[in-house]
């Protein structure tokens, strides 16, 4: 069965630092793949997709990238902020629409 | 505004007691879903439905129950059948882009069952 990966070691990162979290995956390609974010007690909030064919998507400081062959994606938020303080997971769906969602990554930005 | 209503937000069951938690929304979306989140584990699904009066079993749906009588509403039952039932639970929709595939999920602010 499909296995996602993330890093379930919070990540701590300085103000103003470019935050790179990290989604790896086995076995087939997903058709796309989705980040979310999620605060403590909350439910997830879609932030991006990226479809195979896609190799980079951007929105304002947010980028994700989309490596087949490494079978992975990274996301990048730029100029972060404390704001950015969240736990953010990975999905990845296939082609029958159906998802498979990474445990989540933490993420700490000091001021 | 449109969105996803999950109530209650915290739920305490006894044993051998059925609960239902209640899962709303207004976006006009066809496809609804129950997920359940533990700790340092990705969200799994229970069950969903893709059209009213039709819902299919997700990866665990044993000691769970759900309908799907209107549009707007996907209730989920937790029974006594289910033996491990404190969670976070989270209730979401989606609706299909024109190619097909699912644009993002919206969920709901999520209930947390606890068994006392």
């Known amino acids: 069965s499909q296995k996602i990966e993330q890093n379930s070691e919070a990540l701590n990162i300085q103000e103003g630092k470019t935050a790179t979290l990290t989604c790896n995956y086995t076995n087939y390609s997903p058709a796309y793949l989705q980040w979310y974010r999620q605060d403590p007690g909350r439910g997830p909030v879609f932030l991006l997709l990226i479809r195979e064919n896609e190799k980079e998507k951007r929105k304002e400081r947010l980028k994700v990238t989309f490596d087949t062959t490494l079978k992975q994606s990274l996301f990048h938020i730029t100029a972060s902020q404390p704001a950015d303080s969240a736990t953010y997971l990975c999905?990845?769906?296939?082609?029958?629409?159906?998802?498979?969602f990474g445990s989540g990554t933490k993420l700490n930005v000091k001021p | 505004d449109g969105g996803i209503t999950q109530s209650p937000k915290y739920l305490f069951r006894k044993e051998g007691q059925n609960v239902t938690l209640s899962c709303e929304q207004n976006?006009?979306?066809?496809?609804m879903y129950w997920y359940r989140q533990d700790p340092g584990q990705g969200l799994r699904l229970i069950y969903y439905?893709?059209?009213?009066?039709?819902?299919q079993k997700g990866d665990i749906a044993e000691g769970y129950s759900v309908s799907r009588e209107k549009k707007e509403s996907f209730p989920l039952t937790v029974t006594s059948a289910q033996k491990n039932p404190t969670a976070f639970y989270l209730c979401?929709?989606?609706?299909?882009?024109?190619?097909?595939?699912?644009?993002?999920?919206?969920f709901g602010s999520g209930t947390r069952l606890t068994v006392v």
């Open positions: 979401a929709s989606s609706v299909e882009d024109e190619a097909g595939g699912l644009n993002g999920y919206t």
């Open positions: 999905a990845l769906v296939n082609n029958f629409n159906k998802f498979y």
């Open positions: 439905s893709q059209i009213v009066n039709d819902f």
């Open positions: 976006l006009n979306h066809d496809a």
